[in-house]
């Protein structure tokens, strides 16, 4: 397998420094080139198992291996995306794509490199655009360009479209299926939509919470383009909310009881 996680378990500490469960025997192996989603409620851990397997967050125990490799950090061969497209207000769009390049090749080769990219998410025109003068899912699209430029083996994306219009959303969907398709990546995308996850992913892993573990794990054997079997969809976004409903209770009942408690 290209990446094992191993009885991954992960706690912090309450005001009370008392140990919280965050994640609990968390084991999933995922094969190169695999599109796989990691889908459940809030508070899951969701975020938290991209964090670790990007290396910007350590786990209280298990082992996170890519390519046979034990992962403790950061790492050229992992690209991230998160929510926010995070970029640089006073660069450009080329200088924001090329920024992480610089230490890597010439500006030239750098500038190159980066336009091949922009054009696959179709922003070539917009170069010389600043982001404040960009749509968000325009933004998004540059964060996506920034993190392909650097070629990484896997890409990790944390509920990369969660702040977009239903519309920008579907239409970025068809972008990141096509640049998939294209360059052959393995994708762990974070998301809190069933139908999000249905339409872009080969697995969908399906969590519950409190603490987070695996409920499901579900291969998605429908043919692409999608959006041609919305029946076979219905069915595994029906399976997918019967494991889902008591979690969501669960939630909600927490807050509730928070809310009348203060």
């Given amino acids: 397998m290209f ?42 851990g969701k975020s938290t198992i991209l964090s670790i397997v990007a290396g910007l967050t350590k786990t209280t ?34 200088e924001n794509v090329t920024f992480p390049l610089k230490k890597e090749m ?13 054009q696959m998410v179709q922003l070539g025109k917009y170069i010389s655009h600043y982001p404040h003068e960009l749509s ?14 650097m070629n990484p083996e896997t890409l990790l994306m944390d509920e990369p479209f969660g702040a977009l219009d239903e ?30 996850s249905i339409k872009l992913s080969d ?16 291969t998605v054997n429908i043919p692409r383009p999608r959006e041609e079997h919305k029946k076979e969809m219905l069915e595994i976004e029906d399976n997918i909310m019967k494991f889902l409903k008591k979690e969501i209770d669960k939630v909600v009942s927490e807050e509730l009881q928070y809310a009348n408690s203060h």
């Fill in 106 to 118: 010439k500006k030239k080769d750098a500038e190159e490199t980066a336009l091949k990219y922009l």
């Fill in 3 to 44: 990446i094992e996680i191993n009885d991954v378990n992960k706690q912090y500490k309450d005001k009370e420094d008392r140990p919280i469960d965050v994640l609990k025997g968390i084991n999933l192996s995922i094969e190169k080139g695999q599109f796989v989603s990691i889908l459940g409620p809030s508070g899951c």
């Fill in 167 to 196: 519309q920008t959303r579907s239409r970025l969907h068809g972008q990141l299926e096509n640049i998939w398709t294209e360059t052959k990546k393995t994708i762990l995308f974070v998301t809190h939509s069933i139908s999000e």
């Fill in 136 to 149: 968000g899912g325009m933004q998004q699209r540059v964060a996506i360009a920034r993190a392909l430029a």
């Fill in 203 to 218: 697995r969908i892993i399906v969590m519950g919470t409190k603490p987070g573990i695996i409920l499901q794990d579900i």
């Fill in 61 to 94: 125990s298990g082992q996170i291996l890519i390519d046979g490799k034990s992962i403790t950090k950061p790492g050229k061969d992992r690209g991230m995306v998160f929510q926010q497209a995070a970029l640089f207000p006073w660069l450009t769009v080329m």
